[in-house]
């Protein structure tokens, strides 16, 4: 049996900066992750299966559907798997909660199968045939922070995980990205540098200079997002944000104290949240177990 982690991100800003006759939309976003995570189990079996054991009301599909078997498929057409595996996941990011948490379980798959049928490819080989399956999944192939740049699957690799512990809670109401996106008004000259604000700028400036364009459309929508960011900055947050399309919102805390207090606050609300460490690094291991 192998074992892996697959981890959350969150965006530090998000600039939207054009609307692409694609329908996607040229963006400008920070990178960095999150201790929240999905844990995978893999074994050789009779067929190919995959088991979600998710928390709360979360429904994940496990039908072709599912990112997971999006990248199986895509591995297969592109070097052939040798065999058939039963894939476990214990799913424990939300979904819709613009965590990642798809992409992230896209990437996991194809790096994991990658290390167990001794395939040999490179992450830039990753990356090329994960196309299809999601902007976010190059980063988390990648396991590196940095700057997100056209889609979004153009990474300038940075480090700019934050040195302070972050609190992340779900309102336990899905954003729908498309509609996020569909009401946001592009602008392609944002007040301030991203990569300046994020390597240059104190922590509390950055709710002066540190914009995520897609809040203007969700939080009219998504009400308890809005107010969770403001009851973030009444915890003691420093910065405060919704990452990517939402809902999830996240307060960036000076003291780990602080944001201990606050981690507790939202448990007793009965929402889901984590509390990531300051300077966190995600465990990209590959772990055979027996």
């Excluded at 939207?16 to 079996?45: K, M, N, S």
């Excluded at 990658?114 to 999601?134: A, V």
């Excluded at 604000?197 to 002066?208: G, I, M, S, V």
């Excluded at 399309?245 to 780990?256: L, R």
Aim: net charge negative; hydrophobic share 35%.
């Amino acid at each position: 049996m192998w074992i892996a982690d697959s981890y959350a991100k969150i965006n530090l800003g998000l600039h939207v900066l054009e609307r692409l006759p694609t329908g996607y939309h040229r963006i400008e976003t920070g990178f960095c992750f999150l201790d929240w995570r999905d844990h995978f189990e893999v074994e050789q079996a009779p067929e190919m299966k995959l088991e979600i054991d998710s928390s709360g009301d979360q429904d994940i599909p496990t039908d072709e559907s599912n990112l997971i078997n999006k990248a199986i498929a895509a591995l297969d057409r592109y070097v052939g798997l040798q065999h058939n595996y039963l894939i476990r996941v214990e799913k424990r990011i939300p979904a819709g909660a613009g965590l990642g948490g798809g992409s992230s379980n896209a990437a996991l798959t194809l790096r994991m199968f990658n290390k167990i049928e001794d395939l040999g490819l490179s992450d830039d080989e990753l990356i090329d045939l994960s196309r299809d399956l999601g902007a976010d999944v190059p980063f988390f192939i990648k396991g590196k922070t940095g700057i997100g740049h056209g889609i979004g699957h153009e990474i300038e690799e940075l480090d700019i995980q934050p040195d302070y512990p972050i609190v992340t809670c779900f309102p336990d109401e899905s954003s729908s990205t498309p509609e996020a996106y569909r009401y946001c008004q592009p602008n392609p000259e944002p007040d301030f540098d991203l990569k300046k604000t994020l390597t240059q700028t104190e922590l509390d400036e950055w709710r002066y200079e540190l914009v995520n364009d897609l809040e203007q459309t969700v939080f009219p929508r998504i009400h308890v997002a809005g107010n969770l960011k403001d009851q973030m900055y009444e915890f003691g947050a420093l910065y405060a944000s919704m990452t990517g399309s939402g809902s999830a919102v996240y307060g960036v805390f000076e003291q780990e104290f602080v944001a201990t207090e606050a981690y507790k606050g939202l448990l007793e609300l009965e929402l889901p949240c984590s509390l990531t460490p300051a300077g966190f690094t995600p465990d990209y291991g590959i772990y055979r177990k027996g």
